[in-house]
């Protein structure tokens, strides 16, 4: 006979009552799991570093590289699920426990419209995201817009100095004008767009920073390396795009007042809206300066200027698959800079050193969209009219630019792949008036450019963008210009970015080092014995984004990797007692280096940080020299607190590293800082900015310059030369 045993057979009864006893506690308070898929709602990808708490509770967990989140300790009844996730719409779900089914729920996210608005980018002309685009690209949205004009409201320098890689440097000590180099390459080899047009290349690029105002445009998008396949030669170091702010419906009505301890003046408006099929844009400006010099320097750092801008656009829409828009772009501006007590009109013999500048600048844009059954047809034409006339004692300079962009393309868009194909022809010409012994430097050149491009989704990880153009040059030759980007998205948090491609830069004579001369004895261009530069080069990235402290800090870090390799650089030379030519030296540049940029966000405080690393030679034979005016190192850093609609306070250090100079010199280190404070209502606004707050200048470093000061040799100017200044004003949103 068997015997049945049973477990309750060997509980005595008391024991069973301790035993329920102690359990009541815990199956009165129950504790369930959680298990969750979190994932973009558009692309169904996984978000990683998604927070998930339960509110009310210390319980939460934060989602894996798969977008997995697992939470336990949950007791019974209704709980609130709270999900976060950075780029993304926060979402509140109730849920009563215990769950009937045990399944992994799966969770959608929406992707942040207000966002995403400002990296919808145009430059590559593709209907992609940022996130999605395998060429690496740089946006400034509105809002840094908004608060770097505050700081320069007349001019995009400030905007871009203080980005990585960039840097904003000053070619003349008295006219204060100014170019802009990226990642260690001389000015002339970035091109700089307005909306796609080629409106600052050659004659035209002078005085170009100083007078492109920040206020009209709704973002500035930078891609740095070779980028040449769809806008053509000049976009070597890389381009730097423009975009203009177009009419809505809710009209847009602003005004703003600067004015600067150093005697400058702003006052600028803009007005958009949409009326229909019928829109309008309108930007106007007058800036000036009076003529500024710190304590016990000799010349102007700020020269005396009044500008007058003018960009009107008129915007149709005849019926749904149609876009047109018509601009102007207008600039009057009479600068002078020079000996200080000259302009302040001294009668001393000794001062008499000055450099007049009177320019005009009318560019026109047509652009007409339409979309077709499959795609979508582009047409684009401007003109562009650019006057100077340069003044110094005993010699002037009086030239006039005249140049033409004609482009027409077809692009076609699917969920997979993108396709752009097109053809342009580009026309510059320069013509001056012969005040000199010195040969006419007139020249024309023309361009017929074919480019193709393609984008295309290999997989959901893995995205590849294709590009080949063929530049045609009257009298140089044809150049072809090859490029590709690789874009892997290995999570929602972590991609990287690899592309390269080839450049060229047709010769012209307008460059940083004759623009700091005045182009005096500039011999024209040999177009016989000269050639294009050519390039190649290549960047590699790797960004990473997540949450930390439970969603509390938001953390996203950017290192980018760069190389650039430049044959035959146009340099002048000295052919004979105070004549110069450029010509083609037989030797190269290698520029290469690093970017790091990090974020952090928590609550209303926002800081960056960031840091260049560039290491810019010139290698002719056996001979290595380090190219002038390239810090080795830069540093920059921002914090910033913000509550939406009521204060923005920010303050920010900038570190530049010694520099070789093109005498042999070396020029010292120094630090920028600054803090600025705007109080904000419903439809207006005050700020006040400190710029330059420890007084770091040039001149408290050394001379600026060799010679008499009645005939002034100037040297490279490498630190800024105004020192601390003060500004402020208001901003109206009527």
């Excluded at 590289?65 to 939470?71: K, P, S, Y």
């Excluded at 729920?105 to 608005?117: D, F, P, V």
């Excluded at 190649?536 to 984004?545: F, L, P, Q, S, T």
Aim: neutral net charge; contains cysteine.
């Amino acid at each position: 006979m068997t015997n049945k045993i049973t477990i309750t057979s060997y509980i005595k009864p008391a024991s069973i009552i301790a035993v329920v006893f102690l359990l009541l506690p815990f199956t009165g308070r129950a504790q369930n799991n959680y298990i969750a898929a979190i994932k973009d709602a558009k692309t169904k990808e996984p978000i990683a570093g998604t927070v998930v708490n339960i509110a009310g509770t210390a319980i939460g967990n934060s989602a894996d590289a798969d977008g997995l989140v697992v939470l336990t300790g949950i007791t019974n009844g209704q709980q609130v699920i709270h999900y976060k996730a950075l780029g993304y719409q926060e979402r509140n779900d109730t849920i009563v426990f215990p769950l009937t089914v045990a399944d992994t729920a799966r969770i959608y996210l929406e992707a942040n419209e207000e966002e995403m608005e400002d990296v919808v980018v145009s430059s590559t002309r593709s209907s992609r995201t940022i996130q999605d685009i395998p060429t690496r690209i740089e946006s400034i949205g509105g809002e840094e817009l908004n608060e770097k004009s505050n700081m320069k409201p007349g001019d995009i320098r400030m905007v871009l100095s203080e980005s990585t890689g960039i840097q904003t440097l000053q070619t003349s000590a008295t006219s204060g004008n100014s170019g802009i180099r990226i990642q260690g390459l001389d000015g002339r080899y970035s091109q700089i767009l307005k909306d796609g047009f080629p409106l600052y290349a050659g004659f035209s690029g002078g005085l170009g920073l100083m007078q492109t105002p920040p206020l009209d445009l709704k973002r500035v998008e930078i891609i740095k390396g070779a980028s040449s396949t769809l806008y053509g030669g000049g976009a070597i170091a890389g381009l730097i795009n423009l975009i203009s702010k177009v009419p809505t419906k809710e009209r847009e009505l602003n005004f703003m007042i600067n004015g600067t301890s150093a005697g400058g003046l702003d006052v600028n408006g803009f007005y958009g809206k949409r009326y229909g099929k019928v829109g309008l844009t309108m930007y106007a400006a007058y800036n000036a300066n009076a003529a500024y010099a710190p304590a016990n320097t000799e010349f102007t750092a700020i020269p005396e200027f009044s500008r007058y801008t003018f960009n009107p656009k008129l915007f149709l829409y005849p019926d749904a698959k149609t876009d047109i828009s018509i601009g102007v772009n207008t600039s009057f501006e009479q600068r002078t800079g020079g000996d200080i007590e000259y302009i302040k009109k001294s009668t001393s013999a000794l001062h008499t050193y000055y450099e007049d500048n009177n320019s005009q600048r009318i560019s026109s844009q047509l652009d007409i969209k339409r979309r077709l059954n499959k795609g979508e047809l582009n047409i684009k034409n401007s003109v562009s009219y650019f006057d100077r006339l340069i003044n110094t004692p005993g010699y002037t300079f009086d030239g006039l630019q005249t140049s033409t962009f004609s482009e027409l393309s077809y692009a076609t868009h699917t969920e997979r792949t993108e396709w752009i194909i097109g053809g342009n022809y580009f026309t510059d010409a320069f013509k001056e008036q012969q005040l000199s012994g010195i040969p006419f430097r007139n020249y024309t050149l023309v361009t017929y450019g074919v480019f193709i491009q393609n984008t295309w989704n290999i997989s959901k990880k893995l995205f590849i963008e294709t590009g080949l153009r063929g530049d045609y040059v009257v009298n140089y030759g044809f150049a072809p210009l090859p490029r590709v980007s690789l874009l892997y998205k290995a999570s929602s948090a972590i991609s990287s970015r690899l592309g390269g491609g080839l450049g060229y830069k047709a010769p012209t004579i307008f460059t940083e080092e004759s623009e700091r001369i005045s182009y005096r004895n500039v011999l024209p261009i040999n177009a016989d014995s000269s050639k294009l530069e050519k390039s190649y080069g290549g960047n590699w990235d790797v960004n990473y984004k997540t949450t930390l402290a439970d969603g509390r800090i938001r953390f996203s870090i950017n290192q980018l990797f760069f190389y650039t390799h430049l044959s035959d650089p146009l340099m002048l030379t000295t052919v004979a007692t105070n004549l110069y030519r450029f010509e083609n030296a037989p030797a190269h540049i290698d520029a290469k280096g690093a970017e790091t940029n990090v974020k952090f966000g928590y609550k209303n405080f926002k800081l960056f940080l960031g840091y260049t690393y560039t290491h810019s030679h010139m290698h002719t034979g056996s001979i290595v020299q380090e190219t002038p005016l390239t810090p080795r190192h830069h540093t920059n850093s921002v914090l910033m607190y913000e509550v939406e609609g009521k204060i923005k306070i920010g303050l920010e250090g900038y570190y530049y590293s010694s520099q070789k100079l093109s005498d042999g010199t070396t020029g010292r280190d120094y630090w920028l800082c600054g803090f600025m404070a705007e109080k904000l209502w419903k439809k207006w606004s005050v700020y006040i900015n400190f710029e330059n707050m420890l007084d770091s200048r040039q001149t408290r470093y050394g001379s600026i310059y060799t010679g008499s000061i009645t005939n002034p040799m100037f040297r490279d100017i490498y630190a800024p030369l105004d020192g601390f200044i003060v500004n402020g004003g208001i901003k109206l949103k009527l």
